[in-house]
């Protein structure tokens, strides 16, 4: 069942904010995004169109992991985009949430 494109807009609308060279996880955008879930948080991003302004690739998982894709390379250019903005994956491919992590005021 496809969401609302409203719903994709809110989400998209607040992943926008996500400042360069940090990243929040599917969890904290869908608690920011009322009425959403992390795995509606990741439908939408699998939905934006090839070229989009939504910096996609600054959500990733609770443990500060690129999660896996069923298909293509959306991990490897997720993890290299992220290292441009000089983000240091550690031995097991993991983010500093603590360091990385989005500071962002979550709605109640």
């Given amino acids: 069942m496809a969401l609302p494109d409203s719903v994709y807009q809110r989400i998209y609308s607040t992943v926008r904010r996500i400042p360069r060279g ?28 090839e070229g989009s302004r939504v910096s996609w690739h600054r959500v990733v998982n609770h443990g500060g992991e690129v999660s896996a894709r ?22 097991s491919g993991r983010l500093d949430l603590a360091r990385y992590g989005w500071k962002a005021r979550v709605a109640r």
């Fill in 22 to 49: 940090r990243v929040a996880s599917y969890g904290q955008i869908a608690r920011m995004v009322r009425g959403t879930t992390p795995r509606m948080v990741g439908y939408a991003m699998a939905a934006l169109p």
């Fill in 70 to 91: 069923a298909a293509g390379d959306g991990a490897v250019v997720q993890r290299v985009l992220l290292e441009k903005e000089g983000l240091v994956f550690d031995r």
